[in-house]
């Protein structure tokens, strides 16, 4: 069961441990399972099986009129995407404070970028971003359910972004919320196109137009929503989650 990999720009003990481990892995291993499909290809045991694991959607009813909350969560570094959403939300506040005002931006989570979104929580982007750092688990649970969208801003250029498992967007996408992410590992294989918002660029632009047609169209922002938790539920659901070879 390979959940993580070498990653290119990684050196030291942990590279040195992963590599180890894969190697290992293929002597002893007849078949593996891995949590993304890149992942497969630092293997050479076959079969290797792609698994997301299962995923229950929550039926929660929420209002998209009026202000909606938005949630970033995870390690705050280059490679998690934080330095576009905070460029992206700054533009938003020159170019266009009617669109920044429909959403109210909670971000939690440790790391060395943690510094920069709470500079701007308490400064320029006061009352539209909210730094809450690390929170418990009934705290998370609590802004799952009160959330209507869920960021994924994992890099696609960096090695992060390609070994990870897509935890994050199965996470949000089983409460409910709209995905908005980087087409990063297996979450392009995970949502239909009118499942989530899954932005071609990974810059800041890119965010900024999601945003746009997402307070511009707030009905078809729900349906997309119910459209990638209802494809991941039948995907994942408890009973009838599959691995898919490699």
Known sequence: DLEDGRRSDERGLRNWACTFC???MDLASSAVMVANDALANQVRTRPAY??????QSMEIERSWQGQLQV???GNMCAGTGIENLVD??????IQSPEILSRFHFIVVGE???????REIAIGPLQGSVEFR???????????????HIGLCLKMPDHSIGQTTFPSKVIE?????????SHKVSDVPSLFPEDGAYLLDCATPEALVGALRRIAHEPEEAR????????ALAARLEIGRASCRER
């Open 22 to 24: 894969t190697r290992r």
């Open 133 to 147: 750092g690390r929170v418990s688990d009934n705290e998370y649970k609590l802004l799952l359910h009160n959330s």
């Open 50 to 55: 792609s698994y997301y694991g299962v995923a």
């Open 88 to 93: 992206a939300l700054l533009a938003l506040r």
């Open 223 to 230: 349906v997309r929503a119910f459209r990638g938790s209802a």
């Open 172 to 180: 949000f996408a089983s409460w409910g919320l709209l995905v908005v």
């Open 111 to 117: 790391g060395e970028l943690a510094g920069k979104v």
């Open 71 to 73: 949630l970033s969560s």
